[in-house]
Protein backbone atom coordinates (compact mmCIF):
# COMPACT_ATOMS: atom_id res chain seq x y z
CA UNK A 1 0.00 0.00 0.00
CA UNK A 2 1.16 3.60 -0.74
CA UNK A 3 0.05 7.20 0.52
CA UNK A 4 -2.28 7.71 3.22
CA UNK A 5 -3.59 5.07 5.83
CA UNK A 6 -6.85 4.18 4.02
CA UNK A 7 -9.68 4.40 6.60
CA UNK A 8 -13.08 2.88 6.05
CA UNK A 9 -16.19 3.01 8.38
CA UNK A 10 -17.39 -0.10 9.32
CA UNK A 11 -20.62 -0.34 10.67
CA UNK A 12 -20.29 -3.21 13.07
CA UNK A 13 -18.39 -1.18 15.26
CA UNK A 14 -19.68 2.45 14.02
CA UNK A 15 -16.07 3.73 13.88
CA UNK A 16 -13.68 4.39 11.24
CA UNK A 17 -10.60 1.87 11.58
CA UNK A 18 -7.59 1.35 9.55
CA UNK A 19 -8.11 -0.55 6.90
CA UNK A 20 -5.71 -3.83 6.73
CA UNK A 21 -6.42 -6.82 4.57
CA UNK A 22 -6.54 -10.19 5.66
CA UNK A 23 -4.35 -11.55 2.92
CA UNK A 24 -2.15 -8.39 1.31
CA UNK A 25 -2.43 -10.29 -1.89
CA UNK A 26 -5.55 -10.45 -2.32
CA UNK A 27 -8.64 -8.24 -1.05
CA UNK A 28 -11.96 -9.33 -0.75
CA UNK A 29 -15.45 -7.93 -1.03
CA UNK A 30 -18.28 -8.80 -1.44
CA UNK A 31 -21.58 -6.19 -2.55
CA UNK A 32 -25.28 -7.67 -2.42
CA UNK A 33 -26.67 -7.30 -5.59
CA UNK A 34 -29.93 -6.38 -7.11
CA UNK A 35 -33.45 -8.84 -6.84
CA UNK A 36 -34.19 -8.94 -10.49
CA UNK A 37 -37.98 -8.74 -10.26
CA UNK A 38 -37.93 -4.74 -12.38
CA UNK A 39 -35.68 -2.58 -13.31
CA UNK A 40 -33.39 -0.58 -10.80
CA UNK A 41 -33.77 2.47 -9.74
CA UNK A 42 -31.41 5.59 -9.11
CA UNK A 43 -31.57 5.04 -5.53
CA UNK A 44 -30.21 0.94 -5.44
CA UNK A 45 -27.45 2.35 -8.27
CA UNK A 46 -25.99 4.69 -5.61
CA UNK A 47 -25.05 1.44 -4.35
CA UNK A 48 -23.39 -0.02 -6.81
CA UNK A 49 -21.44 3.80 -7.62
CA UNK A 50 -20.44 3.51 -3.84
CA UNK A 51 -18.92 0.30 -4.35
CA UNK A 52 -16.97 0.67 -7.22
CA UNK A 53 -15.44 3.76 -5.93
CA UNK A 54 -14.60 1.28 -2.51
CA UNK A 55 -12.95 -0.93 -5.45
CA UNK A 56 -11.53 1.41 -7.20
CA UNK A 57 -9.52 2.99 -4.26
CA UNK A 58 -8.14 -0.54 -3.33
CA UNK A 59 -7.24 -0.95 -6.63
CA UNK A 60 -5.16 2.78 -6.48
CA UNK A 61 -3.99 1.81 -3.23
CA UNK A 62 -2.29 -1.55 -4.78
CA UNK A 63 -4.09 -4.15 -3.39
CA UNK A 64 -5.36 -7.35 -5.71
CA UNK A 65 -9.13 -7.80 -5.70
CA UNK A 66 -11.89 -9.97 -5.87
CA UNK A 67 -15.01 -8.29 -6.16
CA UNK A 68 -18.27 -10.34 -5.92
CA UNK A 69 -21.73 -8.99 -6.83
CA UNK A 70 -24.18 -11.90 -6.25
CA UNK A 71 -27.70 -12.10 -8.54
CA UNK A 72 -30.47 -12.55 -6.64
CA UNK A 73 -32.98 -14.12 -9.52
CA UNK A 74 -34.33 -16.51 -6.65
CA UNK A 75 -37.85 -14.09 -5.80
CA UNK A 76 -37.66 -13.16 -2.07
CA UNK A 77 -40.83 -11.54 -0.46
CA UNK A 78 -42.64 -8.17 -1.16
CA UNK A 79 -40.49 -6.65 2.16
CA UNK A 80 -37.40 -8.30 4.80
CA UNK A 81 -40.74 -10.22 5.97
CA UNK A 82 -41.58 -13.96 6.05
CA UNK A 83 -44.96 -13.20 4.62
CA UNK A 84 -46.22 -11.77 1.37
CA UNK A 85 -46.11 -11.98 -2.24
CA UNK A 86 -42.51 -13.52 -3.94
CA UNK A 87 -41.37 -10.38 -5.96
CA UNK A 88 -40.04 -12.49 -8.99
CA UNK A 89 -43.06 -14.81 -8.94
CA UNK A 90 -45.52 -11.24 -8.71
CA UNK A 91 -43.47 -9.76 -11.91
CA UNK A 92 -43.75 -13.21 -13.49
CA UNK A 93 -48.11 -13.04 -13.12
CA UNK A 94 -47.83 -9.54 -14.15
CA UNK A 95 -46.06 -9.34 -17.17
CA UNK A 96 -47.73 -13.39 -18.19
CA UNK A 97 -43.84 -14.22 -18.61
CA UNK A 98 -42.00 -17.18 -17.66
CA UNK A 99 -39.80 -16.04 -14.01
CA UNK A 100 -36.70 -17.09 -16.19
CA UNK A 101 -37.65 -14.62 -18.49
CA UNK A 102 -38.11 -11.91 -16.03
CA UNK A 103 -34.62 -12.70 -14.56
CA UNK A 104 -32.76 -12.97 -17.63
CA UNK A 105 -34.23 -9.41 -19.08
CA UNK A 106 -33.72 -7.30 -15.56
CA UNK A 107 -30.40 -8.79 -14.72
CA UNK A 108 -29.26 -7.27 -18.72
CA UNK A 109 -30.88 -4.24 -17.90
CA UNK A 110 -29.18 -3.88 -14.44
CA UNK A 111 -25.64 -4.95 -16.21
CA UNK A 112 -26.07 -2.48 -18.82
CA UNK A 113 -27.09 0.22 -15.72
CA UNK A 114 -23.35 -0.28 -14.57
CA UNK A 115 -21.73 -0.08 -17.95
CA UNK A 116 -23.41 3.34 -18.69
CA UNK A 117 -22.09 4.43 -14.98
CA UNK A 118 -18.61 3.55 -16.19
CA UNK A 119 -19.43 0.95 -13.22
CA UNK A 120 -16.18 -1.71 -13.24
CA UNK A 121 -17.33 -5.03 -13.59
CA UNK A 122 -16.71 -7.14 -10.38
CA UNK A 123 -15.15 -10.52 -10.64
CA UNK A 124 -17.84 -12.38 -10.91
CA UNK A 125 -21.68 -12.16 -10.70
CA UNK A 126 -23.28 -15.40 -9.38
CA UNK A 127 -26.57 -16.28 -9.73
CA UNK A 128 -28.37 -17.71 -6.93
CA UNK A 129 -30.19 -20.12 -8.80
CA UNK A 130 -27.09 -21.58 -9.59
CA UNK A 131 -26.26 -21.99 -5.98
CA UNK A 132 -29.18 -24.00 -4.63
CA UNK A 133 -27.65 -27.19 -3.66
CA UNK A 134 -25.22 -25.52 -1.69
CA UNK A 135 -27.84 -23.45 -0.08
CA UNK A 136 -29.58 -27.05 0.98
CA UNK A 137 -26.12 -27.82 2.40
CA UNK A 138 -25.85 -24.37 4.27
CA UNK A 139 -29.18 -25.17 5.80
CA UNK A 140 -28.88 -28.94 6.73
CA UNK A 141 -25.68 -28.14 8.52
CA UNK A 142 -27.12 -25.17 10.78
CA UNK A 143 -30.72 -26.96 11.11
CA UNK A 144 -30.03 -29.36 14.34
CA UNK A 145 -28.87 -26.54 16.68
CA UNK A 146 -30.05 -23.51 15.09
CA UNK A 147 -33.04 -24.21 13.35
CA UNK A 148 -36.85 -25.12 13.89
CA UNK A 149 -40.09 -26.36 11.48
CA UNK A 150 -43.37 -24.90 10.84
CA UNK A 151 -45.61 -25.73 8.30
CA UNK A 152 -44.13 -22.79 6.25
CA UNK A 153 -40.63 -23.88 6.04
CA UNK A 154 -37.55 -24.44 8.02
CA UNK A 155 -36.79 -20.90 10.16
CA UNK A 156 -33.51 -19.79 12.05
CA UNK A 157 -33.93 -19.38 15.93
CA UNK A 158 -32.22 -16.23 16.55
CA UNK A 159 -31.77 -16.75 19.66
CA UNK A 160 -29.03 -19.25 19.43
CA UNK A 161 -26.50 -17.02 17.65
CA UNK A 162 -24.52 -14.64 20.44
CA UNK A 163 -25.61 -10.71 20.19
CA UNK A 164 -28.10 -11.16 17.26
CA UNK A 165 -28.47 -7.86 15.46
CA UNK A 166 -25.17 -6.10 16.90
CA UNK A 167 -24.80 -4.58 13.19
CA UNK A 168 -28.67 -2.84 13.51
CA UNK A 169 -28.66 -1.51 17.12
CA UNK A 170 -31.88 -0.84 17.35
CA UNK A 171 -34.49 -2.12 20.15
CA UNK A 172 -36.43 -5.27 19.56
CA UNK A 173 -39.74 -3.58 19.61
CA UNK A 174 -38.36 -1.21 16.81
CA UNK A 175 -37.59 -4.15 14.40
CA UNK A 176 -40.43 -6.03 15.59
CA UNK A 177 -42.94 -3.19 13.74
CA UNK A 178 -40.84 -4.14 9.89
CA UNK A 179 -41.59 -7.86 10.47
CA UNK A 180 -45.07 -9.29 9.61
CA UNK A 181 -45.75 -12.06 12.31
CA UNK A 182 -45.72 -15.32 11.25
CA UNK A 183 -47.86 -18.04 13.15
CA UNK A 184 -45.79 -20.26 15.49
CA UNK A 185 -42.03 -18.74 15.21
CA UNK A 186 -40.18 -18.71 18.63
CA UNK A 187 -39.15 -15.09 18.23
CA UNK A 188 -40.15 -11.80 16.05
CA UNK A 189 -36.86 -11.65 14.38
CA UNK A 190 -37.13 -15.49 13.20
CA UNK A 191 -36.30 -15.61 9.15
CA UNK A 192 -37.03 -18.76 6.70
CA UNK A 193 -33.97 -20.16 5.93
CA UNK A 194 -36.17 -22.03 3.37
CA UNK A 195 -39.81 -21.54 2.32
CA UNK A 196 -42.12 -24.42 1.78
CA UNK A 197 -44.57 -24.12 -0.89
CA UNK A 198 -47.83 -24.41 0.27
CA UNK A 199 -50.66 -27.04 -0.83
CA UNK A 200 -52.04 -26.19 -4.48
CA UNK A 201 -49.27 -23.27 -5.04
CA UNK A 202 -48.09 -22.63 -8.18
CA UNK A 203 -44.79 -21.74 -8.20
CA UNK A 204 -42.10 -21.40 -11.08
CA UNK A 205 -39.21 -21.61 -9.10
CA UNK A 206 -39.22 -24.24 -6.30
CA UNK A 207 -37.26 -27.23 -5.90
CA UNK A 208 -36.80 -30.52 -3.42
CA UNK A 209 -35.26 -30.05 -0.20
CA UNK A 210 -35.48 -31.67 3.42
CA UNK A 211 -37.90 -29.55 4.46
CA UNK A 212 -40.48 -29.96 1.46
CA UNK A 213 -40.72 -28.48 -2.24
CA UNK A 214 -39.73 -25.04 -2.00
CA UNK A 215 -37.25 -21.94 -2.53
CA UNK A 216 -34.48 -20.62 -0.24
CA UNK A 217 -34.49 -17.55 2.08
CA UNK A 218 -33.57 -14.06 0.67
CA UNK A 219 -30.59 -14.01 3.20
CA UNK A 220 -29.51 -17.72 2.68
CA UNK A 221 -27.90 -17.10 -0.92
CA UNK A 222 -25.31 -13.87 0.44
CA UNK A 223 -23.94 -16.49 3.13
CA UNK A 224 -23.53 -19.57 0.72
CA UNK A 225 -22.44 -17.24 -2.13
CA UNK A 226 -19.75 -14.99 -0.30
CA UNK A 227 -18.24 -18.04 1.82
CA UNK A 228 -18.25 -20.18 -1.46
CA UNK A 229 -15.94 -17.10 -3.65
CA UNK A 230 -14.48 -15.83 -0.53
CA UNK A 231 -14.14 -17.84 2.03
CA UNK A 232 -15.31 -18.05 5.68
CA UNK A 233 -14.08 -14.65 6.32
CA UNK A 234 -12.83 -11.87 4.29
CA UNK A 235 -12.38 -7.91 4.05
CA UNK A 236 -15.62 -6.36 3.15
CA UNK A 237 -19.60 -6.84 2.90
CA UNK A 238 -21.36 -4.05 1.11
CA UNK A 239 -24.62 -3.14 0.80
CA UNK A 240 -27.41 -0.47 1.54
CA UNK A 241 -28.35 1.27 4.72
CA UNK A 242 -31.56 -0.61 4.95
CA UNK A 243 -29.63 -4.02 4.64
CA UNK A 244 -28.22 -2.93 7.88
CA UNK A 245 -31.18 -3.62 10.15
CA UNK A 246 -32.38 -6.96 8.95
CA UNK A 247 -30.69 -8.73 6.05
CA UNK A 248 -26.73 -8.28 7.13
CA UNK A 249 -27.82 -9.02 10.61
CA UNK A 250 -29.37 -12.30 9.69
CA UNK A 251 -26.40 -13.04 7.59
CA UNK A 252 -24.20 -12.58 10.26
CA UNK A 253 -26.34 -14.84 12.12
CA UNK A 254 -26.23 -18.01 9.62
CA UNK A 255 -22.79 -16.95 9.75
CA UNK A 256 -22.18 -18.39 13.24
CA UNK A 257 -24.18 -20.65 12.93
CA UNK A 258 -22.12 -22.83 10.10
CA UNK A 259 -18.90 -21.84 11.66
CA UNK A 260 -20.06 -22.65 15.21
CA UNK A 261 -18.18 -19.35 16.42
CA UNK A 262 -18.91 -15.62 16.79
CA UNK A 263 -17.66 -14.25 13.52
CA UNK A 264 -19.34 -12.08 11.60
CA UNK A 265 -18.33 -13.61 7.81
CA UNK A 266 -16.80 -9.99 6.88
CA UNK A 267 -13.81 -7.65 8.98
CA UNK A 268 -15.90 -4.64 7.57
CA UNK A 269 -19.50 -4.11 7.15
CA UNK A 270 -19.86 -1.08 5.06
CA UNK A 271 -23.14 0.70 3.93
CA UNK A 272 -24.41 3.61 1.86
CA UNK A 273 -27.20 5.96 2.56
CA UNK A 274 -30.55 6.49 0.75
CA UNK A 275 -31.00 8.71 -1.75
CA UNK A 276 -34.23 10.79 -1.39
CA UNK A 277 -36.65 13.04 -2.95
CA UNK A 278 -38.85 15.64 -1.41
CA UNK A 279 -41.21 12.87 -0.86
CA UNK A 280 -39.27 10.18 1.16
CA UNK A 281 -36.57 7.76 0.05
CA UNK A 282 -36.23 6.07 -2.95
CA UNK A 283 -38.54 2.98 -3.38
CA UNK A 284 -40.27 0.58 -5.82
CA UNK A 285 -43.14 0.06 -3.64
CA UNK A 286 -45.26 2.82 -5.15
CA UNK A 287 -44.67 1.44 -8.60
CA UNK A 288 -43.52 4.59 -10.05
CA UNK A 289 -39.32 5.04 -9.72
CA UNK A 290 -36.70 6.79 -11.50
CA UNK A 291 -34.75 4.89 -13.28
CA UNK A 292 -31.14 5.64 -15.40
CA UNK A 293 -33.07 5.92 -18.37
CA UNK A 294 -35.89 8.25 -16.79
CA UNK A 295 -32.68 10.80 -17.00
CA UNK A 296 -31.65 9.87 -20.44
CA UNK A 297 -34.89 10.42 -21.62
CA UNK A 298 -34.58 14.06 -20.35
CA UNK A 299 -31.27 14.99 -21.93
CA UNK A 300 -28.70 13.41 -18.97
CA UNK A 301 -25.56 11.51 -19.73
CA UNK A 302 -25.34 8.77 -17.08
CA UNK A 303 -22.08 10.02 -15.97
CA UNK A 304 -23.59 13.21 -14.73
CA UNK A 305 -25.87 11.23 -12.06
CA UNK A 306 -22.58 9.22 -10.85
CA UNK A 307 -20.77 12.94 -10.59
CA UNK A 308 -23.83 13.73 -8.45
CA UNK A 309 -23.15 10.85 -6.39
CA UNK A 310 -19.47 11.43 -5.97
CA UNK A 311 -20.22 14.99 -4.96
CA UNK A 312 -21.68 13.64 -1.93
CA UNK A 313 -20.25 11.00 1.08
CA UNK A 314 -21.40 7.53 0.61
CA UNK A 315 -22.79 7.50 4.11
CA UNK A 316 -24.45 10.92 3.68
CA UNK A 317 -28.07 11.16 2.29
CA UNK A 318 -28.26 12.36 -1.10
CA UNK A 319 -31.21 14.18 -2.24
CA UNK A 320 -31.77 13.79 -6.05
CA UNK A 321 -34.02 16.77 -7.33
CA UNK A 322 -33.69 17.37 -10.95
CA UNK A 323 -32.25 21.09 -10.34
CA UNK A 324 -29.30 19.19 -8.53
CA UNK A 325 -28.94 16.54 -11.12
CA UNK A 326 -28.86 19.33 -13.76
CA UNK A 327 -25.81 20.80 -11.77
CA UNK A 328 -23.97 17.80 -11.80
CA UNK A 329 -24.33 18.14 -15.50
CA UNK A 330 -23.27 21.38 -15.85
CA UNK A 331 -20.20 20.58 -13.81
CA UNK A 332 -19.01 17.17 -15.99
CA UNK A 333 -19.72 19.48 -19.16
CA UNK A 334 -17.43 21.97 -17.72
CA UNK A 335 -14.98 19.24 -16.90
CA UNK A 336 -14.96 17.42 -20.56
CA UNK A 337 -14.91 21.14 -21.98
CA UNK A 338 -11.41 21.73 -19.73
CA UNK A 339 -10.11 18.65 -20.53
CA UNK A 340 -10.69 19.04 -24.51
CA UNK A 341 -8.72 22.40 -24.43
CA UNK A 342 -5.72 20.87 -22.42
CA UNK A 343 -5.71 18.19 -25.60
CA UNK A 344 -5.88 20.65 -27.75
CA UNK A 345 -2.81 22.73 -26.45
CA UNK A 346 -0.62 19.31 -25.80
CA UNK A 347 2.36 18.96 -27.27
CA UNK A 348 3.67 16.32 -25.19
CA UNK A 349 6.44 18.84 -23.31
CA UNK A 350 5.76 18.33 -19.65
CA UNK A 351 6.50 21.15 -17.52
CA UNK A 352 6.03 21.25 -13.34
CA UNK A 353 4.89 18.83 -10.81
CA UNK A 354 1.31 17.57 -10.26
CA UNK A 355 2.64 14.94 -7.03
CA UNK A 356 1.11 17.39 -4.99
CA UNK A 357 -2.16 17.17 -6.76
CA UNK A 358 -1.62 13.05 -6.43
CA UNK A 359 -0.98 13.35 -2.66
CA UNK A 360 -4.42 15.05 -2.19
CA UNK A 361 -6.12 12.38 -4.29
CA UNK A 362 -4.85 9.90 -2.16
CA UNK A 363 -5.58 11.89 1.05
CA UNK A 364 -9.13 12.47 0.30
CA UNK A 365 -10.11 8.55 -0.75
CA UNK A 366 -8.23 7.36 2.02
CA UNK A 367 -10.05 9.52 4.24
CA UNK A 368 -13.49 6.75 3.86
CA UNK A 369 -13.77 7.37 0.08
CA UNK A 370 -14.31 11.17 0.99
CA UNK A 371 -15.00 12.01 -2.68
CA UNK A 372 -16.39 15.08 -1.96
CA UNK A 373 -13.34 16.59 -1.02
CA UNK A 374 -11.45 14.65 -4.08
CA UNK A 375 -13.35 16.91 -6.77
CA UNK A 376 -12.23 20.07 -5.71
CA UNK A 377 -8.42 18.61 -6.11
CA UNK A 378 -9.25 17.68 -10.00
CA UNK A 379 -10.60 21.26 -10.49
CA UNK A 380 -7.37 23.01 -9.11
CA UNK A 381 -5.26 20.35 -11.23
CA UNK A 382 -7.12 21.13 -14.70
CA UNK A 383 -6.67 24.68 -13.46
CA UNK A 384 -3.20 24.93 -12.31
CA UNK A 385 -1.55 27.29 -15.38
CA UNK A 386 1.89 26.48 -14.00
CA UNK A 387 1.61 22.93 -15.27
CA UNK A 388 1.73 21.98 -18.55
CA UNK A 389 -1.51 20.61 -20.74
CA UNK A 390 0.54 17.03 -21.11
CA UNK A 391 1.47 16.99 -17.49
CA UNK A 392 -2.02 17.63 -16.52
CA UNK A 393 -3.47 15.73 -18.27
CA UNK A 394 -0.68 12.79 -17.19
CA UNK A 395 -2.22 13.44 -13.79
CA UNK A 396 -5.62 13.13 -14.64
CA UNK A 397 -5.14 9.45 -15.19
CA UNK A 398 -5.16 8.49 -11.60
CA UNK A 399 -8.46 11.38 -10.85
CA UNK A 400 -10.16 8.98 -13.90
CA UNK A 401 -8.99 5.40 -12.18
CA UNK A 402 -10.08 6.50 -8.81
CA UNK A 403 -13.17 8.68 -9.52
CA UNK A 404 -14.41 6.94 -12.74
CA UNK A 405 -15.30 9.66 -14.74
CA UNK A 406 -13.86 8.98 -17.97
CA UNK A 407 -12.52 12.38 -19.01
CA UNK A 408 -9.47 11.25 -21.10
CA UNK A 409 -11.72 9.71 -23.64
CA UNK A 410 -15.71 11.32 -22.89
CA UNK A 411 -15.84 13.74 -25.79
CA UNK A 412 -18.32 17.01 -25.62
CA UNK A 413 -20.61 15.00 -28.25
CA UNK A 414 -20.33 12.00 -26.44
CA UNK A 415 -22.52 13.99 -23.94
CA UNK A 416 -25.60 14.95 -26.26
CA UNK A 417 -28.47 12.10 -25.58
CA UNK A 418 -31.56 11.71 -26.74
CA UNK A 419 -34.21 9.82 -25.69
CA UNK A 420 -35.29 6.77 -26.73
CA UNK A 421 -38.69 7.72 -29.26
CA UNK A 422 -36.29 10.32 -30.12
CA UNK A 423 -37.35 11.28 -33.77
CA UNK A 424 -34.25 12.65 -35.17
CA UNK A 425 -30.71 11.94 -34.38
CA UNK A 426 -27.60 13.58 -32.57
CA UNK A 427 -26.57 14.18 -36.19
CA UNK A 428 -29.91 15.45 -38.00
CA UNK A 429 -29.63 18.07 -35.27
CA UNK A 430 -25.88 19.17 -36.02
CA UNK A 431 -26.90 19.40 -40.00
CA UNK A 432 -30.05 21.98 -39.00
CA UNK A 433 -28.12 24.24 -36.48
CA UNK A 434 -25.30 24.94 -39.24
CA UNK A 435 -27.47 25.37 -42.39
CA UNK A 436 -29.53 27.68 -39.08
CA UNK A 437 -26.18 29.55 -38.51
CA UNK A 438 -25.86 29.80 -42.00
CA UNK A 439 -29.23 31.43 -42.38
CA UNK A 440 -28.27 33.98 -39.01
CA UNK A 441 -25.68 34.75 -40.98
CA UNK A 442 -27.13 35.75 -44.45
CA UNK A 443 -29.78 37.35 -41.90
CA UNK A 444 -32.86 35.28 -43.06
CA UNK A 445 -33.95 35.06 -40.09
CA UNK A 446 -37.48 33.70 -41.61
CA UNK A 447 -35.28 30.42 -42.18
CA UNK A 448 -33.63 30.86 -39.00
CA UNK A 449 -37.08 30.75 -36.93
CA UNK A 450 -38.17 27.82 -39.30
CA UNK A 451 -35.28 25.57 -38.75
CA UNK A 452 -35.49 26.41 -35.15
CA UNK A 453 -39.09 25.65 -34.96
CA UNK A 454 -38.38 22.43 -36.58
CA UNK A 455 -36.32 21.33 -34.09
CA UNK A 456 -38.67 22.42 -31.09
CA UNK A 457 -41.24 20.04 -32.95
CA UNK A 458 -38.74 17.43 -33.08
CA UNK A 459 -38.70 17.74 -29.40
CA UNK A 460 -35.04 19.97 -29.40
CA UNK A 461 -34.06 23.24 -27.64
CA UNK A 462 -32.01 25.77 -29.55
CA UNK A 463 -30.04 27.36 -26.93
CA UNK A 464 -29.02 30.39 -28.07
CA UNK A 465 -26.40 32.72 -25.90
CA UNK A 466 -25.80 28.96 -23.48
CA UNK A 467 -22.56 30.26 -21.11
CA UNK A 468 -21.40 27.47 -22.07
CA UNK A 469 -21.56 27.16 -25.13
CA UNK A 470 -23.77 24.09 -25.78
CA UNK A 471 -26.51 24.97 -29.13
CA UNK A 472 -29.06 22.53 -28.06
CA UNK A 473 -30.89 19.84 -25.84
CA UNK A 474 -33.72 17.75 -25.68
CA UNK A 475 -37.08 18.24 -24.15
CA UNK A 476 -38.83 15.81 -22.35
CA UNK A 477 -42.52 16.48 -21.54
Not at 9 to 31: G, H, K, M, Q, W
Not at 130 to 158: N, Q, T
Not at 421 to 426: D, E, L, M, W
Request: charged fraction near 25%; glycine fraction near 6%.
Amino acid sequence: MTGSPLTLYNSLTRATETFAPIDPANVRVYSCGPTVYNYAHIGNLRAYVFTDTLSRVLTWKGYPLTHIINITDVGHLTSDADAGDDKMEAAARARAMSIWDIAAHYTAAFKQNLSDLNIREPSKFPLATDHIAEMIAFGEKIAPKHCYRLESGLYFDVSTVPDYGRLARVADDEREGRIDPVAGKRNPQDFAIWRTSAPGENRQMEWDSPWGRGAPGWHLECSVMSRKYLGDGFDIHTGGIDHREIHHPNEIAQNQAHCDCADTGARFWMHNNFLVERAGKMSKSSGDFTTLQSLVDRGFHPLAYRLMCLSAHYRSELEFSWENLAAAFTRLKRLVMAVEALRARDDGTEKGDAAPYLARLDEAVSDDLNTPRALPVLDDLLADKKLSPATRLAALGAFVDVLGLPLLTLARADLRVMPAAATITPAGIETRLTERKAARVAKDFARSDALRDDLAAAGVEVMDGDPLGWDWKPVVD
